[in-house]
C-alpha cells in the first residue's frame, strides 16, 4: 500500500544550506533543499529563467540562488524574488522521524504535466 | 574657616538625610541628583548633563533591571541574533566608574518621600537627593483575558523577555518539530519579535486586532504589502483576529480566538501596547495624566523632580520611540545647568527593523479635509511611496520598498518647507526634486538642515556629526566613538560616510566610501578582512555574527567570499564551507547551459602528450561526450558531462596522470606559453620549461578571482604575455616580468613590473606577486581592476623595494600551497562528497501507478 507521503531518504542526507535531486521518470526532476535552520522545502529542479537546476545553487535564508544567472528563488513559494519574474512549482515535503517526505500527488503532478 | 563651614554644614545633612554608607561622599559637596530608571532615557540625561558640566551634580542611579544601561530599541537584532547583548550596551561599568556615578542595579524604587527628600528602594535602601529624575518608562499593556498569567505568557521589553524567547525558540516543539510561538499586536513591537522568533526557527502567527498591520504607522496599500512579504518569509499573519483566551494547563499551549480558532503555541508574546510606567510617582502625590505630567523644562509638578522619557506627558502628548526623549534630555540637561532652551514636542518618525524589509513613516497620513495624496507604485521594484500634502506643507510620508529619501520627507515635514516649487518631482525623491536628474548623493546629503536626523538610534543631528568631524574624528569609528552615530544598526553609515567626505573633502580618503561587500553587511571588503585577521576569525558564522549580519546565513555573494577570506588567512587550517561555493567549484567542473558539466584536463604550459591523447579520446567515447574542444588557454574541454558521471570520468583522466585543470575556479587557470628557444628561430630561453614550472608551481591556488599565466620566448609574444594576470617575456639578457593584463572584458594591456636575470629570480617574483594579489585583492576583482585601484607604485614598494617583504609573500605563498596542491578530482573520484554526484532517490511514479 502507497500512502500520501513518499520516503525520499534521511533528512541527514541533504548537507545543509544545499540541495539534492529526486528525478521523476516520466516527469521532472525535483530539487530537495535543506536551509540553515534546518527546514526543508521542494521545488520542481528548473530555474524559472532559463531552466537552471537550483539544486546546485548556493542557499541562504529561504532563497536558493540559481547557479546559471544567478536569480534568486523562494524556496517557500517558489517565486523568483526581487525585480526578477517567475514561478517554480512547488512540492509540499515534511521531515517526519528523521525521512524526508515529499507530497505524492505532487509529485505526480509534475510527471503529468511533462 | 569656610571651608570647614561648609563641610560640616554638609555633615550634619548628611547624617540626617543620607543614611548611606560612602564616607567619600559625605565629603562631596556636590548636589545629590537620583536618577529612577537605568534605561535610555535616564542614563541620556545624565550624559548630556556631563556633557554640559560634569562637576556640578553626584550621580547616583537606581535600576530594576540587573544590567548597565543598553540600547532598547536593538533588543529586536538581539533576539533576530544579528546583534549580542555586549553590542548593545550604550555605557559599560566602566563609564559609570569613569563619571563617578553610583549603580544600584537589579533594585527598584518603591516609594518617593518628598517631603523628606528621600526615596526608598524595594531592598530597603533609603536615600537622599537634592534633585529627583524619575525615568521608569513604560508598562507593557497586557490585554485582560482569562491565561493571561500563564508561564510563557510574556511582553517585549526587557532583556529577560529576550532570553526568555529564545529559551522557547531553542526548546523546540514536540517531536523535534520547530516550536510554536503566537505573538498578540502587530504593531512595530509585534512583527519584531515576530521576525526573530522565526530567524530562530520558530513557526510563528501574528494575531492583529485590526485589518491591516502597523496600522497607525502605515497606510493600508503598505500595510499589505508588508504582510505579503512577511508571509513571504513563512510567518502567518492573521489580521481582525480577536482575541478571546489563553489556553493550558498550567503552562501556555494555544491562543483562542473569538470566532473560536484555536492556535497551537508554546509561547504567547503580547505586543499591543505600553502604558507609562507612572505608579510611582502617582504614590508620591505628584500631578500625573497618561504620564507624569512636566513642562518644557522636563520638571513636574515638584520643583526638586523632574521626569524623561516614556513615563512623561507633555503639553498633553506621551511618546513611545527614541528621538523625542533625545530632545527631553537635551531641554532637561539644559534646565538643570541654567541654560534654558525648552522642549516644544517632538514630530515621529518610525522605522521598522527587519532586515530586508525598508518601511517608514512620519506624521500624519491619515489625509482628512484638504490633504492631497502623490503616490508612486513600482509594483516590480516592490516600491510604494506616499507623500501627503496640505497647503503645499508635506504633512506625512509613508515608503515602502525603497526608503532613502525618509529623511529627506522628515525634514520638509518638520521645517514645514513649501513645497511647491518642487511640488512635480516631490514623490521621485530628493535627487531629482534638487535638481539634477540623478544628482550626487552627497549633494543630497549637504542639502539636509543641520538639525536633520542622521542616526535614529542614537538621535544624532546632521550637525553634531559634522560638529565632531570638525572636531578630529576623521574616520567612520572615529565618529561611531565620539558622537555615536552609526555605532548602532549601522542603517545611516552610507550617510555618515557623505558628511565625513563633504566635510573634509580630499582629506577623506574614503576608507569605506567602498560599497558594502553586499546587502547584508555594512562592512566593506577591505574592513571584512581587517577584522578576519585582527579578531582571528575562523568561521563564517563567526564572521556574521561578529560583523553584525543583516541576515541569518548571508548570500551568494558574501559567502563566497567569506570562505575565500577565511581560506587566504587560514591555509591548511580553515575547513573549505562547500555550501558557500559557486557550483563550479563545488563540483570541480563548468556548468553548462543545460545542466551539464565540461572537463578541462589540466596539461602543464599546454604540453601533452600520446598517452593523455588517447585518455580524453577514451573518455569522450566512454561517456558519450557530445563535443570536445581546443580552448583559448591551450587546453582541451570535454563538453556535456553528467553531474553523476563526473567521478568516473575524473578516474579515467587521474589513471593518465592528468589532474584538475581548474578552468572552473577563482584560481590559477592556465599557463600558456610558446615553444620558444628549444624549437623557435627566434626563442631567447626556454618558455615552455618556464611556463610548466610556473603552472606546477601555482596550480591548485584559490584566488580572489581567475588568475592567468602566459610566458613568451620572445618580445613577438606568442603567448599574449601583456593580457594575463602576470606575464613574462623573455629576452636574451633575462626576462622581463609584466602584470595586471585581461584580454576579457575590458582589455588591459600590462604594466611592467620588473626586469630580473634568472629564471629563479622569475618564479620568485610570481610567487611573492600572486600571494600580494591573494592578500590584498577584493573578492572576485581581477589584477587588472586591481592595479588600477591600489596604484602600481604600491605594487612596486612591496615587491622590488622591500626585499625582505618580498621573501615572505613567496614563503606565505609556498605555505600555503603545502595544502592546495591536492587534486580535488581524485578525492572525489575515490568517493568523496559523493552526495553532491547523486540523486538523493529516484522515482518511477507512472509504472508504479500501473502496478497498483
Ligand atoms: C573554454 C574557454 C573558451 C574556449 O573554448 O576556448 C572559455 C570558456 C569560458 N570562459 Fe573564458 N574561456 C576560455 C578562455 C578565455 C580567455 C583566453 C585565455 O585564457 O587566454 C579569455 C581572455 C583572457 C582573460 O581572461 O583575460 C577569457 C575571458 C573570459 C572572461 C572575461 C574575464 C575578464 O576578466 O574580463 C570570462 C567571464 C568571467 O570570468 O567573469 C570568461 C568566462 C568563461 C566561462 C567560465 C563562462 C562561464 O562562467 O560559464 C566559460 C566556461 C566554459 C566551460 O564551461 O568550459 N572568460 N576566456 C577558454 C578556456 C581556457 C582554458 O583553457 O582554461
Ligand atoms: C523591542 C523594542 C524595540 C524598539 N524599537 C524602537 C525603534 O526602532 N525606534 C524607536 O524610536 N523606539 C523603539 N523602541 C522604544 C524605545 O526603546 C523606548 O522609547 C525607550 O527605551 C524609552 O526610554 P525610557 O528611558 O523612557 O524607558 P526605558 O528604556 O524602558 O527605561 C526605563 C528603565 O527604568 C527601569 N525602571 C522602571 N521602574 C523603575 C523603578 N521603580 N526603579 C528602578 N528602575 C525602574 C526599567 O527597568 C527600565 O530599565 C523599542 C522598544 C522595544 C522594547
Ligand atoms: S615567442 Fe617568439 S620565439 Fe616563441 S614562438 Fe613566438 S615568435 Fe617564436
Ligand atoms: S536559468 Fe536560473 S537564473 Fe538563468
Same mark, same amino acid.
Given at each position: 500500500?502507497?500512502?500520501?507521503?513518499?520516503?525520499?531518504?534521511?533528512?541527514?542526507?541533504?548537507?545543509?544550506?544545499?540541495?539534492?535531486?529526486?528525478?521523476?521518470?516520466?516527469?521532472?526532476?525535483?530539487?530537495?533543499?535543506?536551509?540553515?535552520?534546518?527546514?526543508?522545502?521542494?521545488?520542481?529542479?528548473?530555474?524559472?529563467?532559463?531552466?537552471?537546476?537550483?539544486?546546485?545553487?548556493?542557499?541562504?535564508? %529561504?532563497?536558493?540562488?540559481?547557479?546559471? %544567472?544567478?536569480?534568486?528563488?523562494?524556496?517557500?513559494?517558489?517565486?523568483?524574488?526581487?525585480?526578477?519574474?517567475?514561478?517554480?512549482?512547488?512540492?509540499?515535503?515534511?521531515?517526519?522521524?528523521?525521512?524526508?517526505?515529499?507530497?505524492?500527488?505532487?509529485?505526480?503532478?509534475?510527471?503529468?504535466?511533462? | 574657616?569656610?571651608?570647614?563651614?561648609?563641610?560640616?554644614?554638609?555633615?550634619?545633612?548628611?547624617?540626617?538625610?543620607?543614611?548611606?554608607?560612602?564616607?567619600?561622599?559625605?565629603?562631596?559637596?556636590?548636589?545629590?541628583? #537620583?536618577?529612577?530608571?537605568?534605561?535610555?532615557?535616564?542614563?541620556?540625561?545624565?550624559?548630556?548633563?556631563?556633557?554640559?558640566? &560634569?562637576?556640578?551634580?553626584?550621580?547616583?542611579?537606581?535600576?530594576?533591571?540587573?544590567?548597565?544601561?543598553?540600547?532598547?530599541?536593538?533588543?529586536?537584532? #538581539?533576539?533576530?541574533?544579528?546583534?549580542?547583548?555586549?553590542?548593545?550596551?550604550?555605557?559599560?561599568?566602566?563609564?559609570?566608574?569613569?563619571?563617578?556615578?553610583?549603580?544600584?542595579?537589579?533594585?527598584?524604587?518603591?516609594?518617593?518621600?518628598?517631603? !523628606?527628600?528621600?526615596?526608598?528602594?524595594?531592598?530597603?535602601?533609603?536615600?537622599?537627593?537634592?534633585?529627583?529624575?524619575?525615568?521608569?518608562?513604560?508598562?507593557?499593556?497586557?490585554?485582560?483575558?482569562?491565561?493571561?498569567?500563564?508561564?510563557?505568557?510574556?511582553? $517585549?521589553?526587557?532583556?529577560?523577555?529576550?532570553?526568555?524567547?529564545?529559551?522557547?525558540?531553542?526548546?523546540? *516543539?514536540?517531536?523535534?518539530?520547530?516550536? /510554536?510561538?503566537?505573538?498578540?499586536?502587530?504593531?512595530?513591537?509585534?512583527?519584531?519579535?515576530?521576525?526573530?522568533?522565526?530567524?530562530?526557527?520558530?513557526? #510563528?502567527?501574528?494575531?492583529?486586532?485590526?485589518?491591516?498591520?502597523?496600522? +497607525?504607522?502605515?497606510?493600508?496599500?503598505?500595510?499589505?504589502?508588508?504582510?505579503?512579504?512577511?508571509?513571504?518569509?513563512?510567518?502567518?499573519?492573521?489580521?481582525?483576529?480577536?482575541?478571546?483566551?489563553?489556553?493550558?494547563?498550567?503552562?501556555?499551549?494555544?491562543?483562542?480566538?473569538?470566532?473560536?480558532?484555536?492556535?497551537?503555541?508554546?509561547?504567547?508574546?503580547? !505586543?499591543?501596547?505600553?502604558?507609562?510606567?507612572?505608579?510611582?510617582?502617582?504614590?508620591?502625590?505628584?500631578?500625573?495624566?497618561?504620564?507624569?505630567?512636566?513642562?518644557?523644562?522636563?520638571?513636574?509638578?515638584?520643583?526638586?523632580?523632574?521626569?524623561?522619557?516614556?513615563?512623561?506627558?507633555?503639553?498633553?502628548?506621551?511618546?513611545?520611540?527614541?528621538?523625542?526623549?533625545?530632545?527631553?534630555?537635551?531641554?532637561?540637561?539644559?534646565?538643570? @545647568?541654567?541654560?534654558?532652551?525648552?522642549?516644544?514636542?517632538?514630530?515621529?518618525?518610525?522605522?521598522?527593523?527587519?532586515?530586508?524589509?525598508?518601511?517608514?513613516?512620519?506624521?500624519?497620513?491619515? *489625509?482628512?479635509?484638504?490633504?492631497?495624496?502623490?503616490?508612486?507604485?513600482?509594483?516590480?521594484?516592490?516600491?510604494?511611496?506616499?507623500?501627503?500634502?496640505?497647503?503645499?506643507?508635506?504633512?506625512?510620508?509613508?515608503?515602502?520598498?525603497?526608503?532613502?529619501?525618509?529623511?529627506?520627507?522628515?525634514?520638509?515635514?518638520?521645517?514645514?518647507?513649501?513645497?511647491?516649487?518642487?511640488?512635480?518631482?516631490?514623490?521621485?525623491?530628493?535627487?531629482?526634486?534638487?535638481?539634477?536628474?540623478?544628482?550626487?548623493?552627497?549633494?543630497?546629503?549637504?542639502?539636509?538642515?543641520?538639525?536633520?536626523?542622521?542616526?535614529?538610534?542614537?538621535?544624532?543631528?546632521?550637525?553634531?556629526?559634522?560638529?565632531?568631524?570638525?572636531?578630529?574624528?576623521?574616520?567612520?569609528?572615529?565618529?561611531?566613538?565620539?558622537?555615536?552615530?552609526?555605532?548602532?544598526?549601522?542603517?545611516?553609515?552610507?550617510?555618515?560616510?557623505?558628511?565625513?567626505?563633504?566635510?573634509?573633502?580630499?582629506?577623506?580618503?574614503?576608507? /569605506? @566610501?567602498?560599497?558594502?561587500?553586499?546587502?547584508?553587511?555594512?562592512?566593506?571588503?577591505?574592513?571584512?578582512?581587517?577584522?578576519?585577521?585582527?579578531?582571528?576569525?575562523?568561521?563564517?558564522?563567526?564572521?556574521?555574527?561578529?560583523?553584525?549580519?543583516?541576515?541569518?546565513?548571508?548570500?551568494?555573494?558574501?559567502?563566497?567570499?567569506?570562505?575565500?577570506?577565511?581560506?587566504?588567512?587560514?591555509?591548511?587550517?580553515?575547513?573549505?564551507?562547500?555550501?558557500?561555493?559557486?557550483?563550479?567549484?563545488?563540483?570541480?567542473?563548468?556548468?553548462?547551459?543545460?545542466?551539464?558539466?565540461?572537463?578541462?584536463?589540466?596539461?602543464?604550459?599546454?604540453?601533452?602528450?600520446? +598517452?593523455?591523447?588517447?585518455?580524453?579520446?577514451?573518455?569522450?567515447?566512454?561517456?558519450?561526450?557530445?563535443?570536445?574542444?581546443?580552448?583559448?588557454?591551450?587546453?582541451?574541454?570535454?563538453?556535456?558531462?553528467?553531474?553523476?558521471?563526473?567521478?568516473?570520468?575524473?578516474?579515467?583522466?587521474?589513471?593518465?596522470?592528468?589532474?584538475?585543470?581548474?578552468?572552473?575556479?577563482?584560481?590559477?587557470?592556465?599557463?600558456?606559453?610558446?615553444?620558444?628557444?628549444?624549437?623557435?628561430?627566434?626563442?631567447?630561453?626556454?618558455?615552455?620549461?618556464?611556463?610548466?614550472?610556473?603552472?606546477?608551481?601555482?596550480?591548485?591556488?584559490?584566488? &580572489?578571482?581567475?588568475?592567468?599565466?602566459?610566458?613568451?620566448?620572445?618580445?613577438?609574444?606568442?603567448?599574449?604575455?601583456?593580457?594575463?594576470? $602576470?606575464?613574462?617575456?623573455?629576452?636574451?639578457?633575462?626576462?622581463?616580468?609584466?602584470?595586471?593584463?585581461?584580454?576579457?572584458?575590458? #582589455?588591459?594591456?600590462?604594466?611592467?613590473?620588473?626586469?630580473?636575470?634568472?629564471?629563479?629570480?622569475?618564479?620568485?617574483?610570481?610567487?611573492?606577486?600572486?600571494?600580494?594579489?591573494?592578500?590584498?585583492?577584493?573578492?572576485?576583482?581581477?589584477?587588472?581592476?586591481?592595479?588600477?585601484?591600489?596604484?602600481?607604485?604600491?605594487?612596486?614598494?612591496?615587491?622590488?623595494?622591500?626585499?625582505?617583504?618580498?621573501?615572505?609573500?613567496?614563503? +606565505? $605563498?609556498?605555505?600555503?600551497?603545502? $595544502?592546495?596542491?591536492?587534486?580535488?578530482?581524485?578525492? +572525489?573520484?575515490?568517493?568523496?562528497?559523493?552526495?553532491?554526484?547523486?540523486?538523493?532517490?529516484?522515482?518511477?511514479?507512472?509504472?508504479?501507478?500501473?502496478?497498483?
Amino acid at each position: 500500500m502507497i500512502g500520501d507521503w513518499l520516503d525520499i531518504g534521511a533528512f541527514d542526507e541533504i548537507p545543509p544550506r544545499g540541495g539534492r535531486t529526486v528525478p521523476v521518470i516520466g516527469g521532472e526532476e525535483i530539487a530537495v533543499f535543506r536551509t540553515g535552520d534546518d527546514q526543508v522545502f521542494a521545488l520542481v529542479n528548473r530555474c524559472p529563467h532559463k531552466r537552471g537546476p537550483l539544486s546546485q545553487g548556493i542557499v541562504h535564508g %529561504h532563497a536558493v540562488t540559481c547557479p546559471l %544567472h544567478n536569480w534568486n528563488i523562494s524556496l517557500a513559494t517558489g517565486e523568483a524574488l526581487g525585480a526578477d519574474k517567475g514561478c517554480t512549482p512547488t512540492i509540499p515535503v515534511r521531515v517526519d522521524a528523521g525521512r524526508v517526505l515529499l507530497s505524492r500527488m505532487a509529485v505526480l503532478a509534475t510527471a503529468m504535466a511533462a | 574657616m569656610a571651608a570647614f563651614f561648609v563641610f560640616g554644614v554638609f555633615d550634619m545633612n548628611m547624617a540626617v538625610r543620607l543614611g548611606t554608607d560612602g564616607a567619600g561622599e559625605a565629603l562631596d559637596a556636590r548636589e545629590h541628583l #537620583v536618577v529612577i530608571g537605568n534605561g535610555m532615557a535616564g542614563c541620556r540625561a545624565v550624559e548630556e548633563l556631563l556633557a554640559r558640566d &560634569p562637576a556640578r551634580y553626584r550621580v547616583t542611579i537606581f535600576g530594576a533591571e540587573a544590567l548597565v544601561n543598553y540600547n532598547r530599541i536593538m533588543l529586536s537584532p #538581539v533576539l533576530a541574533g544579528e546583534k549580542t547583548f555586549d553590542q548593545i550596551i550604550i555605557n559599560d561599568h566602566a563609564w559609570y566608574e569613569g563619571n563617578g556615578i553610583r549603580l544600584v542595579t537589579g533594585d527598584s524604587v518603591v516609594a518617593i518621600d518628598r517631603d !523628606a527628600k528621600t526615596v526608598r528602594s524595594d531592598s530597603g535602601v533609603e536615600m537622599a537627593y537634592d534633585k529627583l529624575l524619575i525615568a521608569t518608562g513604560s508598562d507593557p499593556f497586557i490585554i485582560p483575558v482569562p491565561g493571561k498569567d500563564l508561564p510563557g505568557v510574556i511582553s $517585549f521589553r526587557d532583556m529577560k523577555d529576550v532570553e526568555h524567547m529564545l529559551a522557547a525558540a531553542g526548546a523546540g *516543539g514536540p517531536d523535534g518539530e520547530p516550536g /510554536r510561538a503566537v505573538v498578540i499586536g502587530g504593531g512595530l513591537l509585534g512583527l519584531e519579535a515576530a521576525h526573530g522568533l522565526s530567524l530562530r526557527g520558530m513557526k #510563528v502567527t501574528v494575531l492583529h486586532i485590526m485589518p491591516t498591520l502597523m496600522e +497607525r504607522q502605515l497606510d493600508e496599500a503598505a500595510g499589505w504589502l508588508l504582510k505579503s512579504a512577511l508571509e513571504a518569509r513563512g510567518q502567518t499573519i492573521l489580521t481582525g483576529a480577536d482575541t478571546a483566551e489563553i489556553v493550558g494547563d498550567g503552562k501556555v499551549e494555544g491562543v483562542r480566538l473569538k470566532d473560536g480558532r484555536l492556535i497551537p503555541a508554546s509561547l504567547v508574546v503580547m !505586543a499591543v501596547g505600553i502604558r507609562p510606567s507612572t505608579a510611582l510617582a502617582r504614590g508620591a502625590g505628584l500631578d500625573v495624566g497618561r504620564g507624569i505630567k512636566v513642562d518644557d523644562h522636563m520638571v513636574t509638578s515638584d520643583p526638586d523632580v523632574l521626569a524623561v522619557g516614556e513615563c512623561v506627558e507633555h503639553d498633553g502628548q506621551v511618546y513611545g520611540l527614541v528621538a523625542p526623549l533625545w530632545e527631553m534630555c537635551r531641554a532637561l540637561a539644559d534646565g538643570l @545647568t541654567e541654560q534654558h532652551t525648552g522642549y516644544r514636542g517632538s514630530v515621529t518618525s518610525t522605522k521598522l527593523k527587519v532586515s530586508g524589509i525598508d518601511v517608514f513613516s512620519a506624521g500624519d497620513f491619515s *489625509g482628512g479635509k484638504g490633504a492631497e495624496d502623490i503616490v508612486l507604485r513600482d509594483a516590480s521594484r516592490g516600491v510604494y511611496k506616499r507623500v501627503v500634502i496640505k497647503e503645499d506643507r508635506v504633512v506625512g510620508a509613508v515608503l515602502y520598498g525603497d526608503t532613502a529619501d525618509g529623511n529627506w520627507y522628515f525634514d520638509l515635514l518638520k521645517k514645514g518647507e513649501d513645497i511647491a516649487p518642487i511640488r512635480d518631482l516631490l514623490i521621485f525623491g530628493q535627487a531629482y526634486a534638487s535638481g539634477g536628474g540623478q544628482a550626487d548623493p552627497k549633494a543630497a546629503v549637504a542639502a539636509l538642515s543641520d538639525d536633520a536626523e542622521i542616526c535614529g538610534c542614537n538621535g544624532v543631528s546632521k550637525g553634531k556629526v559634522v560638529q565632531s568631524i570638525v572636531d578630529g574624528a576623521a574616520s567612520l569609528d572615529a565618529v561611531r566613538s565620539t558622537c555615536k552615530a552609526s555605532a548602532s544598526c549601522g542603517s545611516c553609515t552610507g550617510l555618515v560616510e557623505q558628511l565625513l567626505s563633504l566635510t573634509m573633502g580630499e582629506d577623506y580618503g574614503g576608507e /569605506r @566610501t567602498t560599497k558594502t561587500l553586499c546587502k547584508c553587511t555594512s562592512f566593506g571588503h577591505d574592513d571584512v578582512r581587517r577584522e578576519i585577521v585582527a579578531q582571528g576569525m575562523r568561521a563564517i558564522p563567526e564572521v556574521m555574527h561578529k560583523l553584525h549580519w543583516s541576515t541569518p546565513d548571508g548570500c551568494s555573494a558574501c559567502r563566497p567570499a567569506l570562505n575565500y577570506y577565511l581560506l587566504c588567512a587560514l591555509p591548511g587550517d580553515y575547513v573549505d564551507d562547500q555550501q558557500s561555493r559557486f557550483v563550479n567549484e563545488r563540483m570541480h567542473a563548468n556548468i553548462q547551459k543545460d545542466g551539464t558539466y565540461s572537463v578541462v584536463p589540466r596539461m602543464w604550459g599546454g604540453l601533452t602528450n600520446p +598517452r593523455e591523447l588517447r585518455a580524453i579520446a577514451d573518455v569522450v567515447d566512454k561517456f558519450n561526450a557530445p563535443m570536445v574542444k581546443v580552448t583559448g588557454g591551450q587546453r582541451l574541454d570535454i563538453f556535456g558531462i553528467r553531474k553523476e558521471d563526473l567521478p568516473a570520468v575524473w578516474a579515467d583522466l587521474n589513471a593518465a596522470g592528468m589532474v584538475s585543470g581548474h578552468a572552473y575556479g577563482k584560481s590559477l587557470r592556465t599557463v600558456k606559453t610558446c615553444v620558444g628557444s628549444e624549437w623557435c628561430r627566434f626563442g631567447t630561453q626556454d618558455s615552455t620549461g618556464l611556463g610548466v614550472k610556473m603552472e606546477q608551481m601555482t596550480w591548485g591556488s584559490w584566488m &580572489p578571482h581567475k588568475f592567468k599565466i602566459a610566458v613568451s620566448g620572445c618580445p613577438r609574444n606568442c603567448a599574449e604575455s601583456t593580457i594575463k594576470d $602576470f606575464g613574462v617575456i623573455c629576452v636574451d639578457s633575462g626576462y622581463e616580468l609584466h602584470v595586471g593584463g585581461n584580454g576579457g572584458m575590458k #582589455v588591459r594591456v600590462t604594466d611592467l613590473l620588473c626586469k630580473v636575470a634568472t629564471e629563479a629570480e622569475a618564479m620568485h617574483y610570481c610567487a611573492a606577486f600572486v600571494q600580494l594579489y591573494r592578500e590584498e585583492a577584493r573578492y572576485l576583482e581581477r589584477t587588472a581592476p586591481w592595479i588600477e585601484r591600489v596604484g602600481l607604485d604600491h605594487i612596486k614598494s612591496r615587491i622590488l623595494d622591500d626585499p625582505e617583504g618580498r621573501d615572505a609573500l613567496t614563503e +606565505r $605563498f609556498r605555505h600555503s600551497q603545502l $595544502f592546495s596542491q591536492d587534486d580535488p578530482w581524485a578525492a +572525489r573520484a575515490k568517493g568523496a562528497e559523493a552526495d553532491h554526484h547523486t540523486h538523493m532517490g529516484e522515482f518511477r511514479p507512472l509504472a508504479l501507478e500501473a502496478a497498483e
